[in-house]
């Protein structure tokens, strides 16, 4: 549940936005790798610039070297410019972007030759999670080195996990083979967004025993988070976006269960 913040409030918390920085230490400050992830932005509006082929290729090729547990490789990738795009969904891919991936966990491949997890397909679900995820950050990442801007999509344009049984139907998904998320990615329009809001050192990292969080640092947190969304989406609100997930939850809920759990397209 969400609470109403009051102006000067909002006007606190967008200044506090406004202030933060990455923290990068001083010795490292000229490392480029480093810029590039800890400046790295989502970015909701791009450009008709088109992405080289080339270019494009390096950041598939970062998806399909990323890590993965045991090395299975248990993640897929539909690739769309934005002609296949249209011709597959009937809109434009979100924001305008150029090109787009949709991540996807994928545990039907492996299992035609392996079956790892024959009596667990929670663990082998949130395994192929775990390296789709790791998957679309290496794409993330190779495309802000290569000067592509990108944002990542659970929702919006019917484009991840809450419309998981939408996508199995139109990419002709097999049991086993679950959406994620899509990234969308292009030449950013205008400068970047400043940092989000992002909570302090002490509230994620701990040593030894797990550290219960400051509800004032939290409190602070959300109001940032609220008021934040507002400037950037001025036709909604967080609360708004907020319901829409709520409102979807439950469906998806019970189509990812029937698509983890059913196991009968085995071998």
Same mark, same amino acid.
């Given at each position: 549940m969400t609470r109403k913040i009051g102006l000067w409030a909002g006007i606190g918390s967008l200044l506090r936005i406004l202030r933060g920085k990455p923290k990068i230490p001083p010795s490292l400050a000229d490392n480029l790798l480093l810029q590039t992830i800890l400046n790295r932005r989502s970015i909701r509006s791009f450009t008709s610039r088109v992405i080289p082929d080339d270019i494009f290729a390096a950041v598939l090729e970062a998806g399909r070297l990323a890590p993965s547990t045991v090395n299975l490789q248990s993640w897929a990738f539909a690739v769309f410019d934005a002609d @296949?795009?249209?011709? $597959?969904?009937?809109?434009?891919?979100?924001?305008?972007g150029n090109r787009a %991936?949709?991540?996807?966990?994928? $545990?039907?491949?492996?299992?035609? %030759?392996l079956d790892a997890f024959p009596?667990?397909? @929670? %663990?082998?679900? $949130?395994?192929?999670?775990?390296n789709a995820s790791l998957a679309a950050m290496n794409m993330n990442i190779a495309a802000e080195a290569l000067g592509v801007s990108s944002v990542m999509l659970s929702e919006t344009g019917r484009s991840g996990l809450l419309d998981a049984r939408y996508l199995k139907e139109k990419l002709g998904l097999p049991d086993g083979v679950i959406p994620l998320m899509t990234i969308v990615f292009g030449y950013a329009r205008g400068p970047y967004p400043p940092m989000p809001p992002k909570l302090p050192e002490e509230q994620v990292f701990f040593k030894g025993q797990y550290r219960f969080p400051d509800l004032e640092?939290?409190?602070?947190? @959300?109001?940032?988070m609220i008021a934040g969304y507002k400037a950037s989406h001025l036709n909604s609100s967080f609360e708004k976006q907020l319901a829409i997930y709520q409102g979807k939850i439950g469906q998806a809920e019970a189509d990812l269960h029937a698509m983890i759990f059913h196991r009968d397209h085995r071998p």
């Open positions: @296949l795009w249209q011709q $597959t969904f009937g809109q434009s891919i979100p924001f305008h %991936v949709i991540i996807m966990a994928d $545990t039907y491949r492996d299992r035609q %030759v009596h667990s397909p @929670l %663990v082998e679900y $949130t395994i192929a999670v775990i640092t939290m409190e602070s947190w @959300l109001s940032q």
